[in-house]
């Protein structure tokens, strides 16, 4: 038995590549504890941007996740109510092309003293 159907599959690509620079910029309010993420990937020609999601997680579990449905778009994050921002947080980003290929970027401890509560996640950091 094949719990999927290959015909769905025959355009998906959950591959790695360097083709585009996939960058996203974050600032975090510690008062209002509100997280912005924007899109600032670049793509070269026959690409274009089709999304990023967006999973956010503290060091308890809690998890929150949304996409960018828009190049240059942006989307915030309320982190005041049932999330922990006392000890960081990870942002994890899946930036998706109009080809599907996909690049995963990470920023961990967000929000700590040591780590400045705002930046930019790309392939070179």
């Given at each position: 038995?094949?719990?999927?159907?290959?015909?769905?599959l025959?355009t998906?690509?959950?591959?790695?590549t360097?083709?585009?620079?996939?960058?996203?910029?974050?600032?975090?309010?510690?008062e209002?504890?509100?997280?912005?993420?924007?899109d600032?990937?670049?793509?070269?020609?026959?690409?274009?941007?089709?999304?990023?999601?967006?999973?956010?997680?503290?060091?308890?579990?809690?998890?929150?996740?949304?996409?960018?449905g828009?190049?240059?778009?942006?989307?915030t994050?309320?982190l005041?109510t049932?999330f922990?921002?006392?000890e960081?947080?990870s942002?994890?980003?899946?930036?998706?092309?109009?080809?599907?290929k996909?690049?995963?970027?990470?920023?961990?401890?967000?929000?700590?003293?040591?780590?400045?509560?705002?930046?930019?996640?790309?392939?070179?950091?």
């Amino acid at each position: 038995m094949n719990p999927f159907e290959n015909k769905a599959l025959r355009t998906f690509c959950g591959c790695e590549t360097s083709d585009f620079n996939p960058a996203i910029e974050y600032s975090f309010n510690a008062e209002t504890k509100v997280l912005t993420v924007t899109d600032a990937s670049t793509f070269p020609a026959g690409q274009s941007f089709s999304a990023v999601n967006i999973w956010v997680i503290d060091s308890e579990g809690n998890e929150i996740s949304k996409k960018i449905g828009a190049a240059e778009g942006n989307v915030t994050f309320d982190l005041s109510t049932g999330f922990n921002t006392n000890e960081g947080f990870s942002i994890a980003v899946n930036v998706v092309s109009s080809t599907r290929k996909t690049i995963t970027l990470t920023v961990r401890r967000v929000g700590l003293a040591l780590n400045s509560g705002s930046g930019t996640i790309n392939q070179e950091n």
